[in-house]
C-alpha cells in the first residue's frame, strides 16, 4: 500500500522567493511519484512525475522536485515565486505503474505581491 | 483544453432528482476514471473503467452509477443522493500499457461541482 503526506495545507510566499512544498510518502515497492496541480475552477495538471530514473526532476513552469529514499520525501521547489504560481499542489504515489493514483491532501500556494 | 471534457461544469439538483455527469476524452485513451474532490480530504477515487470494463468500484454507494459505453465516453449517474454528496467530480482518462514509462499518468477534466440541496 501506499501513501502520501503533504506538511502544510497553506504556504504563502512572497513573489520572487523560493517556494518548497514538502511531501512525504509511504511505499511498499519502489514508488512512482507525482505532482500535480490545480489552479481555480480546473482539474488537475501534471507538473512532473519521478519514475525511477534521475533523482532531480524538472518539471513545467520551473519547478522541480528530488527523489530521496533515505528521507521518504518528494519536495517541490521553485527558485523564484510568480504570481501565476498561486494554485493549489498536490502530491501522489503509486506503485509499479498501476493506474491507481494515491493523492496527498494537497497544499495551497499563496504568492504575496 | 485538457483534452478530457466534463459537462455540465456546475449542477444544483434536489435529493430526488436523477441527473448525469458526462465526460469525453479524444486522446486515445483506453482508461478512465471518476474522482471526488471534498474540501480539505485527498482526492477519492471511484471508480476505474479499462477498455469499458469496469475494474474498480472503491465501495461506492449505488446512488452513483457509472456508465462507460466506449472508451472515449464516460458517464456518472446520480440519484437520491445526500447533500454530504455535494463536491467537486473529477473525470481522468489515462492510456494502458505505459508499465515500460514507469509510470501511468492521468490527464484531468475541470471537474463538475455538484451541490446536493
Known amino acids: 500500500a501506499q501513501s502520501v503526506t503533504q506538511l502544510g495545507s497553506h504556504v504563502s510566499v512572497s513573489e520572487g522567493a523560493l517556494v518548497l512544498l514538502r511531501c512525504n510518502y509511504s511505499s511498499s515497492v519502489p514508488p512512482y511519484l507525482f505532482w500535480y496541480v490545480q489552479y481555480p475552477n480546473q482539474g488537475l495538471q501534471l507538473l512532473l512525475k519521478?519514475?525511477?530514473?534521475?533523482?532531480l526532476v524538472k518539471g513545467i513552469n520551473g519547478f522541480e522536485a528530488e527523489f530521496k529514499k533515505s528521507e521518504t520525501s518528494f519536495h517541490l521547489t521553485k527558485p523564484s515565486a510568480h504570481m501565476s504560481d498561486a494554485a493549489e499542489y498536490f502530491c501522489?504515489?503509486?506503485?509499479?505503474?498501476?493506474?491507481?493514483?494515491?493523492f496527498g491532501t494537497g497544499t495551497r500556494l499563496t504568492i504575496i505581491p | 483544453e485538457t483534452g478530457v471534457t466534463q459537462t455540465p461544469r456546475h449542477l444544483v439538483m434536489g435529493m430526488t432528482n436523477k441527473k448525469s455527469l458526462k465526460c469525453e476524452q479524444h486522446l486515445g485513451h483506453n482508461a478512465m476514471y471518476w474522482y471526488k474532490q471534498s474540501a480539505k480530504k485527498p482526492l477519492e477515487l471511484m471508480f476505474v473503467?479499462?477498455?469499458?470494463?469496469?475494474?474498480e468500484n472503491n465501495s461506492v454507494p449505488s446512488r452513483f452509477s457509472p456508465e462507460c459505453p466506449n472508451s472515449s465516453h464516460l458517464f456518472l449517474h446520480l440519484h437520491t443522493l445526500q447533500p454530504e454528496d455535494s463536491a467537486l467530480y473529477l473525470c481522468a482518462s489515462s492510456p494502458l500499457g505505459q508499465a515500460s514509462s514507469g509510470a501511468n499518468v492521468l490527464t484531468f477534466g475541470a471537474g463538475s461541482r455538484l451541490t446536493v440541496l
Open positions: 473503467y479499462n477498455f469499458k470494463e469496469q475494474t
Open positions: 501522489a504515489v503509486s506503485g509499479s505503474g498501476n493506474e491507481k493514483l494515491t
Open positions: 519521478y519514475t525511477s530514473a534521475a533523482t
